[in-house]
Structures are given as C-alpha cells and as structure tokens.
C-alpha cells in the first residue's frame, strides 16, 4: 500500500457554525465498491479465466508476479470502471477492491503492489504474434473470437426459432500515425474501420480494420465463422443477416442464398430504382398535400443491377413524401412474399436495426472502444478485445442482475454510474475482507437483489450436473 504520509487539509468554510474540512486521509477507501457485482457476474458466466486462456505466457514462472489471468482482470475490470488509460493503473494497482477484484491481495515481492501497474499491462498489450526478449506474453485471435460467440449462445436458456443478426461498419477517429491510418472520404478524419456484429444486445464480433476498404469487405469470412459456430449448437436455427446498404453485396447476398441464411440489406438508391416507383411518389404526393401530414405506400417488386449482381432479387420501396420533398428508400431481401409483407418488412423488421448503433455507441462511448492509440493494429485489437469482454460482462450483469428493474435497459455507462461508483471503507482482518459501501447509496436496493440473483447464477454454474 502507498507510504503514509501527512495529507493537506483543505477548507470549505463553515456549516451552522461548524468547520468543513477535507483531506485524502481516510486510508483504505474505495470509490468502486459496486464492481464487487463485476466479480459476482464474471462468476457466473466464467468470463474472464476463460478470456485469459485465449493468451500464451512465455515469461519464466519463477519470475512472474502478476499472472496474465490478473493482468486480464485487471484491464477488464478497469475499462467497465471506466479506466481507458494505462496510466490509470499506478494508482489502481494500490485499490483494495481492484486487488479483490483481481483475486490476489497481497504481492511475492517487497517492491511490488498486489497488482501490475502500466509498464506491465503495456507490455501484454503490445504483445507479438511471436514471442520476443521484451514481449513474452501473446494472444490468439481465433480462440477470443470463438468465445464471443460461445457467451452469446450460453446466454440463451433454450435454443430460440430465428436470430437476427445485425452487422455494420463504423468510424475509430485516430489522431496520430497508427498502422494502418488511412483518410476516409465520407468520415472525414483519418480513422480505422471495426466491422461489429450484433445479435440484439450481444456482441459477436469486433473486427478492427483499415478504412481503404469497402464497409462489407470481411464480412464473408466473419459470418461463415459464426453460423458455424451457431449451428453447431443450434442446427435448425433460422437466420437472419441485417445492414445498410453498405453490405447489399453481390458476394454476401450469394453466399446467403447458397447457406440457407436469409438478409435483408438497405439498397442505396439510384435512377432506376426511383424511376420504378414514380406512380407510387406521385400518389404519396398528393395524399401528403392533402392531408398536411407525410405519406408514405410501399412496393414490392423483382429488381437486379445491370452487372454486379448474379440473380433477380426481391426488392422494398418505400415511397414516401414528408417535409415537402420525396424520400424514398429501397431493400433487398431473400425472405419470400409469403413469409412477411412489404410494410412489416421494411417498418418493423429493417427499421429495428437503428439500436444496433445504440450498441455500438455503448461500446465506443462508454467502453472506450475507440481509444486506439496504440502504434500497431495488433495491439490495437487487442484493446478492440479487451473493450468488447467489458461491454459483454456488463450485458451479463443487466442480462441476469438487473432483469425487470429499472435498471433492465439502462446503458453500460449509467449502470456503471449507479451501481458500481459506490463510495466504501475497506478493513481487511486476518478472517475477512468487510466493505463498508455508502448508507445512502439511492440503488442500495437494486444492488442488493443484483448481488443475490448474481450469487444464485454463479452457485448453478458450479453446481455438478
């Protein structure tokens, strides 16, 4: 723990007569007291140890004082506190409840804090395919991949009838000279381009990538690999891939259509489109005039580029006139006229993936899964990861902790806000380690039932069966 020392008192005046006065003296204090209920969640679903797996230690054992499993905690841990930065953890590595949190409370070496502080986490992220003298420590790709998808599916109680799965592109701002730095025209910055996937709320992938590329390039590859993996599990789930009109690719849709896996992808209009909808804009038109209001009719119809695409497919219009002006917007899709109708289609079903962005937003804004600042795309994936695990623990805890309170849809930054920055004193005895949080903590209840139901669902998941 840090030297004890004299600590400056500052003052703020006087209240009925009495001084008020504040120092940092308190000693064993935590400002994070609720991430006790990041710890309950990682034990019941097995997150992190499993996470952990996915790298090779090539340090030698004698010398290791953080194990990678501590350092991995750690960086999980801290991004869902809200700890971006590396620098963070010099003082994080003296926390009572980081050092719980990590499972190891006191440290092999008289120098050394229970837990790695920023030289040793900088080093796990800049880990090397291969191991070298400075960087021993490497991960692998595939295997932190396949367990995104093995939580999505362990998170369902029963095998569900279809799955929608939501994929899009979005901008990572970089503004320095990362590998991989290129400038992208309609963002206008210099950025990276992750490629997420989304089934709702669960993360499936996050695939960081260069922005000289087109939005759908890679996805394939990142759709074969997860409905195999899907209908491994689940082999008569029905699925459903859903994009703008970013993914409307000719070797996308085919590769659908020769996997039984249905889409339904925005088509980026154009004058032949427009030109076959002219009735239907001129009747939404006259009704909107009429009315005052903004009208809107739908048509159905085969369409197919004039050589990128290999087949007729069946395409949405929806022709709408609002604000004066014409709108119109078109989608593609493989599900048949008899499955769904037009309106449906297009109003409740593509419409839908707008929270899909919500999702990435989560993960971007509140997560940190854009600070990319790192020299190599390597080492920035790995930041991509550590990110993604945090948005997926947090998910966990409002998935099985927060059920049906009124913190059920709340987003990751809130539900850290709320119940995690909880105030606490901390005693540690020989016997025990108490946590003293904060009497007037407003979520005190809901903290509590989370803690329960978390405790119940890591005990069923030890449980033998």
């Excluded at 195999?228 to 996308?252: C, K, M, N, T, Y």
């Excluded at 048509?299 to 002006?325: M, N, P």
Aim: with cysteine.
């Amino acid at each position: 723990m840090p030297t004890e020392c004299s600590a400056e008192r500052f003052d703020f005046g006087s209240v009925e007569g009495r001084a008020v006065e504040a120092a940092f003296d308190a000693g064993l204090v935590t400002s994070d007291a609720g991430a006790l209920l990041l710890g309950a969640t990682d034990r019941a679903i097995d997150l992190v140890d499993r996470f952990a797996n996915c790298f090779r230690d090539n340090r030698r054992p004698d010398l290791i004082e953080h194990t990678v499993a501590t350092l991995v905690r750690q960086r999980v841990f801290g991004i869902a506190l809200g700890y971006e930065d590396l620098n963070d953890h010099d003082e994080l590595r003296h926390d009572p409840v980081m050092a719980v949190l990590a499972g190891k409370l006191e440290s092999r070496r008289a120098d050394c804090a229970p837990v790695a502080g920023k030289s040793t986490l900088n080093r796990l992220e800049l880990s090397r395919a291969e191991p070298t003298r400075y960087h021993k420590i490497a991960y692998e790709a595939a295997a932190i991949e396949t367990l995104l998808v093995t939580l999505f599916l362990e998170a369902q109680p029963q095998p569900p009838k279809q799955i929608i799965l939501d994929l899009d592109a979005t901008d990572d701002p970089l503004h320095g000279h990362q590998e991989g730095r290129f400038f992208h025209a309609y963002y206008d910055c210099y950025c990276y381009l992750p490629l997420y996937i989304f089934c709702g709320r669960h993360l499936l992938a996050a695939k960081l990538r260069c922005s000289d590329i087109d939005a759908s390039a890679g996805s394939v590859e990142e759709v074969a690999r997860i409905v195999a993996q899907i209908r491994a599990r689940w082999p008569f789930v029905q699925i459903l891939l859903r994009a703008d009109s970013g993914f409307a690719r000719e070797a996308l849709m085919a590769w659908c259509e020769e996997n039984r896996v249905d889409y339904l992808f925005g088509l980026a209009r154009n004058d032949r489109l427009v030109a076959k909808i002219e009735a239907e804009l001129a009747d939404a038109k006259a009704r909107a005039e009429n009315s005052g209001h903004p009208a809107r009719r739908f048509k159905d119809f085969k369409w197919s580029t004039r050589d990128s695409w290999s087949r007729r497919r069946r395409v949405i219009a929806k022709a709408e006139w609002t604000q004066g002006e014409a709108n119109p917007r078109f989608v593609v899709t493989s599900l048949k006229r008899s499955q769904v109708g037009a309106r449906q289609l297009y109003e409740d079903i593509y419409c839908a993936r707008g929270d899909m962005e919500n999702r990435i937003k989560e993960c971007q804004l509140d997560l940190y899964a854009d600070r990319t600042s790192a020299a190599t795309m390597r080492a920035n994936q790995l930041r991509l990861y550590f990110a993604s695990m945090a948005y997926v623990l947090l998910c966990a805890l409002r998935r099985i902790g927060l059920a049906e309170t009124i913190f059920s849809n709340a987003t990751c930054g809130s539900i850290r806000l709320k119940l995690l920055k909880i105030g606490a004193l901390v005693r540690i005895s020989v016997r025990r380690i108490k946590i003293a949080m904060a009497s007037a903590c407003p979520a005190a209840r809901e903290w509590a039932l989370a803690a329960r139901r978390l405790s119940q669902a890591a005990n069923a998941r030890a449980a033998p069966l």
